[in-house]
């Protein structure tokens, strides 16, 4: 079921047939594990299954939702910061 070729960052990959074989599973794998699985054709990622946010605010788009309720960004939780405050503000401000 997983393309072994395909994992990136250690991200499943499956393959659009083996979606459609295996939707149900793969969406309760996602829902409770909270895994990210890449879909994709002949060894490209095309789209990401992911956990919907526990919390949603309407009044922002749902990509702002997806990336500030969701865990998409905690593989950066160790990450080092490399710019501080003043590098934003000189650059974005």
């Not at 095309?46 to 922002?60: A, G, H, T, Y």
């Not at 749902?62 to 710019?83: G, K, R």
Request: net charge negative; aromatic share 8%; charged share 30%.
């Amino acid at each position: 079921m997983i393309c072994t070729k395909c994992t990136i960052l250690d991200m499943k990959t499956i393959s659009t047939t083996n979606v459609r074989k295996y939707i149900s599973d793969l969406i309760d794998e996602v829902r409770e594990t909270g895994e990210v699985i890449a879909i994709g054709r002949r060894s490209e990622i095309e789209v990401l299954m992911m956990k919907f946010p526990s919390k949603f605010n309407s009044r922002l788009s749902d990509i702002t939702n997806v990336n500030a309720y969701s865990s998409s960004f905690d593989f950066l939780e160790n990450e080092p910061d490399i710019y501080s405050v003043s590098d934003l503000k000189k650059r974005y401000v």
